[in-house]
T-cell receptor
Framework: SQKIEQNSEALNIQEGKTATLTCNYT??????LQWYRQDPGRGPVFLLL?????KEKRKERLKVTFDTTLKQSLFHITASQPADSATYLC?????????FGAGTTVTVRA | GAVVSQHPSRVICKSGTSVKIECRSL??????MFWYRQFPKQSLMLMAT?????????EQGVEKDKFLINHASLTLSTLTVTSAHPEDSSFYIC??????????????FGPGTRLLVL
């Protein structure tokens, strides 16, 4: 069966450190993978898209890697700030539909 | 960035009544919109794909007669929960598909509608 797993339900880190989130998937062949941020009671906000033929993509303090052999994506938040505290969702795209992981809630302590 | 709005943001209704939720893409035309449902601490689950000018495509296990979808224009899709029951209480989120500058497409989400059925 198809499965998307995000490493942990919650991640607590100190301000200034790097948060690393993992997204593993099985029985998918996604054309691309996306990461979203979701705040409580709000809809997801698009952050980054990485295609199957791309290894790495960056946007400001965010970095995403995509390894189709390992079937894994890593999402890094460098120089983290309390404002980065939120739930981060990975989503796999297939036939224009998105399938979401359950998310990892990141809390950045000042 | 692309903006998608939803209305209402929160609704409380009595069991047996129907509730309509609107989803609008404010600054782009969306031939395809999606409706999701999210229960607390769970992932977003796709309910249906809404195509402008044609019938919606429902995911397995989603009752099309209970969750009526209308996509009458390129900027508006509506979801009507008919004869709502307490188990329909959830967070309903829509999204609209839009091409990115790189030629891919991504989805931009609305802020969600919290439905509580008493």
């Amino acid at each position: 069966s198809q499965k998307i797993e995000q490493n942990s339900e919650a991640l607590n880190i100190q301000e200034g450190k790097t948060a690393t989130l993992t997204c593993n998937y099985t029985n998918y062949s996604p054309a691309y993978l996306q990461w979203y941020r979701q705040d409580p009671g709000r809809g997801p906000v698009f952050l980054l898209l990485i295609r199957e033929n791309e290894k790495e993509k960056r946007k400001e303090r965010l970095k995403v890697t995509f390894d189709t052999t390992l079937k894994q994506s890593l999402f890094h938040i460098t120089a983290s700030q309390p404002a980065d505290s939120a739930t981060y969702l990975c989503a796999l795209a297939s036939d224009y539909k998105l399938s979401f992981g359950a998310g990892t809630t990141v809390t950045v302590r000042a | 960035g692309a903006v998608v709005s939803q209305h209402p943001s929160r609704v409380i209704c009595k069991s047996g009544t129907s509730v309509k939720i609107e989803c609008r893409s404010l600054d782009f035309q969306a031939t395809t919109m999606f409706w999701y449902r999210q229960f607390p601490k769970q992932s977003l689950m796709l309910m249906a794909t809404s195509n402008e000018g044609s019938k919606a495509t429902y995911e397995q296990g989603v009752e099309k007669d209970k969750f009526l979808i209308n996509h009458a224009s390129l900027t508006l899709s509506t979801l009507t929960v008919t004869s709502a029951h307490p188990e329909d209480s959830s967070f309903y989120i829509c999204s609209a598909r839009r091409p990115t500058s790189g030629g891919d497409e991504t989805q931009y989400f609305g802020p969600g509608t919290r439905l509580l059925v008493l």
